[in-house]
């Protein structure tokens, strides 16, 4: 037994360097690999388990990096070009999941000013329905709660008593206080339920305290921010109906968010979506065939590398961009690989 998990050791060890080798001789070589960004919020932000946000003007100086080092491609044409084996080294696809107002508010001009082509993901079927996705409201219901206990799903969670730091995550995310374990905790019940289910939570979270205000910051996009930013650059694509977990989902439930989000989306944005992203990154091998089915032309996962030639068009990867600067953003693409165990 300590002789195998020695043998564990040295073989994570060992593929730490080879990984290490390669970005060093990635770098040496000045090789790039063609990539699809994932974006969220481009927003000041203390409180992002996640790290989903990205600062203003750090957004600014990726997008002025990549304008000038990369051929900046819309999804369609990537995944077109992708399929037909002509997909540039250098080739970059710009996409942002969920419809946050920060996209139509901060991001949309800097993307015009720069000239750069970007996918919105939708989730249709929320916009203009509900102010903050339920895990923003989560958040805000657990850090603010008076009391020193929450009552949820048949149990109680231990919340502390309020801190400073209860706000600031990430940090150190080793060290969580109680209340953003117990956020988490909670999120992870939630999350793989049906969006009637979660609501019926949030709901009885709400009756224990009432006095949850809507941050501005955190909001969707209105019908209205959503049309004004529309435009041969920007596109839209499906983020299915709801944004729930398919993979959670029957197969009739599956094809009912899939389908239902086609025909949401198109009325929200006066045309059909041809891009489609995995709500949380979940899918298996049947969301991939009903997205297929639904006429979708591809779709996007979280998996965190580069786009490599025998990628299924139904599962091309995506890498999520952190909060970094031009220069930061530059060594990542430099050390991203395409393959999950060369990362």
């Known amino acids: 037994m300590v002789l195998r998990h020695f043998e564990r050791v040295g073989s994570a060890a060992a593929r730490r360097a080879r990984s290490g080798m390669r970005k060093v001789a990635a770098r040496a070589s000045g090789a790039t690999r063609p990539v699809i960004l994932m974006y969220h919020r481009i927003a000041q932000e203390t409180f992002d388990p996640w790290a989903l946000a990205v600062a203003p ?3 600014d100086e990726q997008l002025a990096w990549l304008a000038k080092h990369r051929t900046l491609l819309p999804l369609p044409e990537f995944a077109k070009l992708h399929d037909r084996g002509e997909l540039p080294d250098e080739a970059v696809a710009v996409t942002f999941d969920d419809g946050y107002a920060c996209t139509a508010r901060v991001a949309a001009p800097l993307l015009d000013r720069h000239g750069v082509p970007a996918t919105i993901f939708l989730p249709a079927g929320l916009i203009g329905r509900t102010h903050r996705f339920w895990w923003d409201k989560l958040g805000e219901i657990v850090l603010n709660h008076p ?3 929450i009552h949820a799903r048949g149990r109680w969670f231990e919340l502390g008593e309020r801190q400073d730091r209860d706000a600031i995550w990430p940090g150190d995310n080793r060290k969580r206080t109680p ?13 793989p339920l049906p969006l009637p289910e979660i609501e019926q939570g949030l709901t009885e979270l709400l009756t224990q305290y009432p006095a949850a205000i809507e941050d501005d910051r955190q909001r969707l996009m209105t019908t209205e921010e959503l049309l004004s930013i529309r435009s041969d650059k920007i596109q839209f694509g499906s983020h299915a109906l709801s944004h729930v977990s398919l993979s ?3 197969a009739a439930e599956k094809s009912q968010e899939i389908r239902s989000g086609v025909a949401a989306c198109e009325e929200l944005t006066g045309s059909r979506p041809e891009t489609f992203a995995y709500p949380f990154g979940d899918f298996d091998r049947e969301s991939e065939s009903l997205v297929a089915e639904a006429g979708f032309t591809c779709a996007c996962t979280v998996e965190p590398r580069a786009v490599a030639a025998d990628d299924d068009l139904f599962a091309l990867p995506r890498i999520k961009v952190g909060n970094w600067t031009g220069r930061q953003l ?4 430099a050390d991203v690989s395409y393959r999950r165990d060369e990362a």
């Open 57 to 59: 003007a750090k957004f």
């Open 147 to 149: 009391g020193t206990s």
């Open 179 to 191: 209340r953003q374990q117990s956020f988490y905790a909670l999120w992870a019940e939630l999350q």
């Open 248 to 250: 959670s989902l029957s």
């Open 330 to 333: 530059r060594q990542a693409l």
